[in-house]
Nanobody, 124 residues
Framework: QVHLVESGGGSVQTGGSLRLSCEAV???????MGWFRQAPGEERVGVAS????????FYADSVKGRFTISRTNAPKAVFLQMNDLRPEDTAIYYC??????????????????WGQGTQVTVSS
């Protein structure tokens, strides 16, 4: 049983930064991990993902150059450094884990375990 514990959300002004953290508790293997977000009334979309050993990363076009995903494997955790935040980044951010290599690294359907979500609010 995998339990994903997220932290680091909050409220910032446009141009500010936040760092999200997610620790995977209870699993003994390295898998793809990713960050997704869901704004009110919208679908959950992929923001960034990282391969099991951190050698490959994937980003949504909307966050390229502003967000950076990274991970550690001892402890198993994934991070999302978010810079130059904009009001359109406001959403609930979810950490996710894929137990097999996903064909679509930013596709939510490829991920099996999810965190509880953390709110990110960016004001203008």
């Amino acid at each position: 049983q995998v339990h994903l514990v997220e932290s680091g959300g909050g409220s910032v002004q446009t141009g500010g930064s936040l760092r999200l953290s997610c620790e995977a508790v209870g699993q003994g293997y390295n898998y793809y991990m990713g960050w997704f977000r869901q704004a009110p009334g919208e679908e959950r979309v992929g923001v960034a993902s990282i391969s099991s050993h951190g050698t490959r990363t994937f980003y949504a076009d909307s966050v390229k150059g502003r967000f950076t995903i990274s991970r550690t494997n001892a402890p198993k955790a994934v991070f999302l450094q978010m810079n130059d935040l904009r009001p359109e980044d406001t959403a609930i951010y979810y950490c996710a884990l894929a137990r097999t290599e996903p064909r679509t690294p930013l596709g939510a359907d490829a991920y099996h375990d999810w965190g509880q979500g953390t709110q990110v609010t960016v004001s203008s």
